[in-house]
């Protein structure tokens, strides 16, 4: 199994930036589809990122361009580096594995293909 664990979460101010990070335990993770999702409440869970074995992303629409995922292989960490945050960007942000694909992600932005959970970390954007 995997454990996952999000920190660095917080508020910022619109425009502001905020660095998202995920560290993974008990496997390797860059071997597995990886996400980041995010729930507001009253909400869905929906997909904000994900990241192949091969580390290829896919953004949803209304994050593109503002947000970058990447992956630390070495720290077996994942990242979510959000950027130009608008107060819409505020919910409780996942990370998520895969654990039973190739690596391989596919469903975006459904939350249906990942199996392993991380208990959240907390974004407050203020306008």
């Known amino acids: ?5 999000e920190s660095w979460g917080g508020s910022a101010q619109a425009g502001g930036s905020l660095r998202l990070s995920c560290v993974a335990s008990g496997h390797t993770a860059s071997r597995f589809c990886l996400g980041w999702f995010r729930q507001s409440p009253g ?34 960490t994942l990242y979510l580096e959000m950027n130009g945050l608008k107060p819409e960007d505020t919910a409780m942000y996942y990370c998520a594995a895969d654990l039973t694909g190739a690596g391989f992600c596919f469903g975006f ?11 959240g970390t907390q974004v407050t954007v203020s306008s």
């Open 43 to 76: 909400g869905e869970r929906d997909g904000v990122a994900t990241i192949d074995i091969e580390g290829d992303p896919v953004y949803a629409d209304s994050v593109q361009g503002r947000f970058t995922i990447s992956k630390d292989s070495a720290k077996n």
């Open 109 to 119: 932005p459904s939350d249906r293909e990942y199996n392993a959970w991380g208990q």
């Open 1 to 5: 199994q995997v454990q996952l664990q």
